[in-house]
């Protein structure tokens, strides 16, 4: 793969450049400069180097034999659609998409394992093919690679923010207005670094639309568009604007309204349109929303207990 500097990444570190353009982690981009398979110019670099305007950068992905650590399990996981090169999936609220620390199976990822037979080499072992995420109750479309020119695809898709994801929300309070916009970078916390702030030291740009759809219980039904991906920017923005997501014990801790509880957050993700990787036709994806957020907007409407 080759990636070309544009003059906005000059004086970056190569390091962060190419992690951030493709998608594959820090740690993972210095192993592969350590190992002299990132070049500028064909001639091998260090992780700390700055880029410059214009400079070619190539990155080879050696094929590793998988380390065994993603176990397939039979899990039932509702497939929208697939083919030879990505999966997209409805992933149920509750589920961690891959394993990590506090999960190290019943996640997507070991149940994709169990239902493909195969994932993708790119993305490193306990998360081969992903391209993106949701948050473990956060419900709703994701698209999984799996092949490796599918996941370069994609991933530049995602970077250029031309993938299309809509989400449904019911936040505490009323909105103002019919619709609007939310613009406030996010970064990393400086007091809970488990957090994201739009207070945060070093925060990135993010933008997200929206649009209420009804007005409920001291609670607002929304529609959202993310023009930006930062890490838990729904919940993060609106959660800055007085109106977090309800159920979200992170940034909002509004679990009851009225005498409702939210066992999880009120989010879900209800359509993803993109560019398939490999043939190059727009496609998109919907999900229904999921039961419990159905019941959520029924009692808050007063229709039932």
Do not use: C
């Not at 620390?101 to 990822?109: C, V």
């Not at 209420?212 to 729904?234: F, M, S, Y």
């Amino acid at each position: 793969m080759q990636l070309r500097a544009l003059k906005e990444d000059s004086a970056r570190r190569i390091d962060a450049l190419v992690a951030g353009k493709t998608g594959i982690s820090r740690s993972q981009v210095q192993r592969l400069i350590e190992e002299g398979l990132v070049t500028v110019a064909g001639k091998r670099v260090k992780p700390d180097i700055k880029v410059r305007a214009g400079d070619l950068i190539s990155i080879t992905i050696p094929e590793r034999a998988p380390s065994g650590a993603l176990i397939p399990e039979d899990i039932p996981i509702g497939i929208i659609y697939r083919d030879e090169f990505l999966v997209v999936v409805d992933k149920p609220p509750g589920m961690v998409v891959y394993p990590a620390a506090g999960h190290a199976g019943g996640t997507l990822m070991n149940a994709l394992a169990f239902q493909t037979g195969r994932l993708n080499a790119v993305g490193g072992p306990l998360r081969p093919g992903v391209v993106h995420r949701l948050d473990k109750d956060t419900s709703g479309v994701m698209v999984v690679a799996l092949k490796d020119n599918a996941y370069w695809g994609l991933i530049e898709q995602f970077r250029q923010r031309t993938v299309n994801k809509r989400y449904t929300a019911i936040v505490f309070g009323r909105l103002k207005g019919q619709r609007g916009e939310i613009r406030a970078g996010i970064g990393r916390s400086g007091a809970d670094r488990k957090k994201m702030s739009v207070k945060a030291r070093r925060a990135k740009e993010a933008h997200t639309e929206w649009v209420a759809v009804e007005g409920l219980n001291d609670a607002t039904l929304v529609n959202i568009k993310l023009k930006t991906g930062r890490t838990h920017q729904i919940r993060v923005h609106f959660a800055s604007i007085g109106h977090p997501v309800l159920g979200d014990r992170v940034y909002g801790k509004k679990t009851t309204l009225g005498g409702v509880s939210f066992p999880r957050q009120m989010l879900h993700a209800g359509l993803l349109g993109f560019v398939h990787p490999v043939k190059g036709e727009y496609m998109e994806f919907k999900s229904p929303l999921p039961e419990d957020m159905e019941k959520a907007i029924s009692l808050l409407r007063g229709e039932g207990s």
